[in-house]
């Protein structure tokens, strides 16, 4: 249902209000949140986002390009990029003002939603669909985050666009969809997943035909231009990527298509039932097809799509339909399984841009309990606010675990405890906090189930280093460099524990190749700068000092060293 007399083109103001004032207070309480996870590599320790002199590096590599440069990527996200040094020169390293702006492109995203529901739907079902999507609990990552707001500002651009579509269909100006084809490329440019749009503009002109012509041919004509932005995105980044992407988890296309409807009815679970959420899941890749791991997800999939296919014909109302339409295909880029890392192949975040549909559906179906009662308009508003009300709680529960990265992976471990990249990730902070002997039984778990897991390798040999353990710091460090030969880290540390043993030409060679890898790497040429002066070179090791201290001015190992040996030489 387009808009009618029954939805006049004066919007109230209070309805959106509503929407958007209940999603910014859900979600409040993380304005006091720190910065986690990727943050600290990606904003805190990344020299791209803290000067403009690295803008056209946004365009033409991968996200980690300034950072990772001798890794391949497969993340093509200029303008993601450009959000964050705009917040980086507002807030530097100021933690609430990242997160006021990541809630606020929350919101920004919710009124989208409101928008493109009251298009399609009458009031107050469009607020209800806002609410649903402002405050279900499977956002809490994108909006708790600041690395996720790649995911609700590609929304934000992406709703954009197809309201502007409709308006050009509407009233046949040429500057509407110009205005459109302009929120789609910005949304390409924000996040990869954009790229389904063309799909969301041919349902759109099926389900909501201007005349009698044949739809689908319609449909085609109009994502025509849509696809040709595609085309030069596709160019653009093939060019910047030098190739589409770079997969890395080595997958047979058997593996790929089994692991499909476990990963369906695993997002189809999370929509439903959001509930002990997690960064992380013990979702695994299906090699084979048994009952459980392959015939019954497959068979409960199949079923919900019989019953949303059912429901849009048996009800006729063609924004059940195109919600349809629009959650099934913002869920494709999720099957690209091989550019992401084993065990990290799924996430909340990922369900940002298709819960739109999901949002539109749950608000259809409570407008039409009206329908089923007839003469009881009250049962809608107390669906409505049960349903609200429990995702709303359901989302400030469990958006606590996000205050930190303690309790971010604490929660992970508790919810995927056979997840490596969950028991790293709780590792690597237990690590970093000191913690040393809580970090042992988690890496030797992991290795214990995946003995070639390189980081797990690495943050052992890290852990025994700390412990002062040299000969097994040095043997596990030697099995991750061999593991992945492009992470500086493990060379430099290699280098650190062989000079610890005294194998001074060893460590030189180690820590020369970590530098190669990561000239700015904290610590390499300190280690570096020590290791000269165990063989007897005084002034190369005063140029090490000195290198280190040109890139971290406040390393004072490096200081107190140079000062020392400055001292010692007058």
């Not at 052992?460 to 596990?476: C, D, I, K, P």
């Not at 530098?515 to 005084?538: I, N, T």
Request: charged share 15%; proline share 5%; net charge neutral.
């Amino acid at each position: 249902m387009t808009k009618t007399e029954e939805n006049p083109p004066a919007r109230a103001w209070h309805l959106p209000a509503l929407v958007c004032g209940v999603t910014f207070l859900t979600y409040v309480t993380t304005l006091w949140f720190h910065f986690n996870y990727d943050d600290n590599p990606q904003i805190l320790e990344n020299p791209a986002v803290h000067s403009w002199r690295y803008f056209t590096s946004y365009f033409s590599g991968h996200v980690w390009s300034v950072t990772r440069p001798n890794v391949a990527g497969s993340f093509y996200r200029p303008l993601f990029l450009v959000w964050l040094r705009l917040n980086y020169g507002l807030f530097g390293a100021h933690a609430m003002g990242w997160h006021l702006t990541t809630i606020g492109v929350h919101v920004a995203a919710t009124y989208m939603v409101y928008l493109l529901a009251q298009r399609l739907m009458r009031e107050p079902a469009a607020a209800i669909a806002g609410l649903i999507f402002g405050v279900h609990p499977v956002h809490v990552e994108v909006a708790t985050w600041i690395s996720a707001v790649s995911d609700s500002l590609m929304t934000v651009f992406f709703i954009a666009a197809v309201l502007c579509f409709a308006n050009s269909r509407e009233r046949q100006k040429p500057a509407w969809m110009a205005l459109s084809l302009l929120c789609y490329a910005l949304a390409l440019l924000t996040k990869e997943p954009a790229a389904t749009l063309p799909f969301v503009i041919v349902a759109y002109a099926c389900f909501y035909p201007e005349d009698s012509s044949p739809r689908w041919r319609t449909g085609l004509q109009d994502a025509a231009p849509y696809v040709a932005i595609t085309v030069a995105y596709i160019v653009a980044r093939a060019t910047a990527l030098r190739g589409f992407s770079h997969p890395v988890t080595p997958l047979s296309t058997g593996q790929v298509f089994l692991t499909f409807p476990s990963l369906l009815w695993f997002y189809l679970r999370m929509l439903l039932f959001p509930f002990r959420l997690s960064l992380d899941y013990d979702l695994a890749y299906v090699s084979a097809a048994g009952f459980h791991s392959f015939v019954l997800p497959l068979i409960v999939v199949l079923l919900a799509a019989g019953l949303l296919f059912f429901w849009a014909k048996r009800s006729r109302d063609a924004a059940v339909g195109f919600a349809s339409i629009w959650l099934v295909a913002a869920l494709l880029p999720v099957f690209d399984l091989r550019v992401l890392e084993q065990g990290d192949f799924v996430h909340d975040r990922y369900l940002y841009l298709p819960s739109v549909g999901f949002a539109i559906l749950l608000a259809a179906a409570i407008a039409q309990l009206s329908q089923v009662k007839p003469g009881y308009p009250a049962l809608r508003f107390a669906a409505a606010a049960v349903v609200v009300g429990a995702l709303a709680l359901g989302a400030t529960r469990q958006e606590v675990y996000w205050a930190n990265d303690l309790a971010l992976f604490q929660q992970a471990v508790a919810v995927a405890p056979q997840n490596d990249v969950a028991c790293n990730n709780l590792g690597g902070i237990l690590l970093m906090n000191g913690r040393y002997q809580e970090a042992v039984p988690l890496y030797l778990a992991i290795l214990q189930r995946t003995p070639q897991d390189w980081l797990a390798n690495r943050s052992l040999g890290l852990t025994y280093y700390r412990l002062g353990e040299w000969s097994q710091a040095q043997s596990l460090l030697a099995r991750a460099t061999d593991l992945r030969q492009d992470d500086p880290t493990s060379f430099a540390y290699f280098g650190a524990a062989e000079m610890q043993l005294g194998n001074f030409a060893q460590a030189e060679k180690h820590l020369r190749q970590a530098l190669g890898l990561f000239p700015q790497g904290m610590g390499y040429h300190y280690f570096l700068g020590m290791v000269l002066e165990k063989e007897g070179l005084p002034e190369a090791a005063k140029a090490e000092y000195r290198a280190e201290l040109a890139n971290h001015g406040q390393h004072e190992g490096a200081r107190l060293r140079l000062a020392q040996m400055q001292a010692a030489g007058g």
